[in-house]
Nanobody
């Protein structure tokens, strides 16, 4: 069973960069489409970026294009999210998720069946 663990969050200043990582700690040896989402207090879970099971297709929320990059290393079973030019409004818990049923993934959180606990990103002005 896949067990996702996110890391790389922290407190940064506006304009800084961060790279978040999502790893399958159970090391099941299988690959799945992965999505990154974020959730701020009192807000709905928001899609950030997604990548297909074999890492050949990446897609982004329109609001994030040009500032983020999603990539994966299937040998390490890791999906990374690089975020540049961070803004205070990027402050949120960032979560990764996988879907066992959709090869490319989805922008909708309801299509993901396994979630990590999240990592906090706080951007100060």
């Amino acid at each position: 069973q896949v067990q996702l663990v996110e890391s790389g969050g922290g407190l940064v200043q506006a304009g800084d960069s961060l790279t978040l990582s999502c790893v399958d700690s159970a090391r099941t040896g299988r690959t799945y489409a992965t999505g990154w989402f974020r959730q701020a207090p009192g807000q709905e879970r928001e899609f950030v970026a997604g990548i297909s099971a074999e890492c050949e297709t990446q897609y982004y929320a329109d609001s994030q294009k040009g500032r983020i990059d999603i990539s994966c290393d299937n040998a390490k079973k890791t999906v990374n999210l690089q975020m540049n030019g961070l803004k205070p409004e990027d402050t949120a818990v960032y979560l990764c998720a996988v879907t066992h049923t959709m090869y490319t993934g989805s922008r909708h959180p309801g299509n993901y069946d396994t979630w990590g606990q999240g990592t906090q990103v706080t951007v100060s002005s």
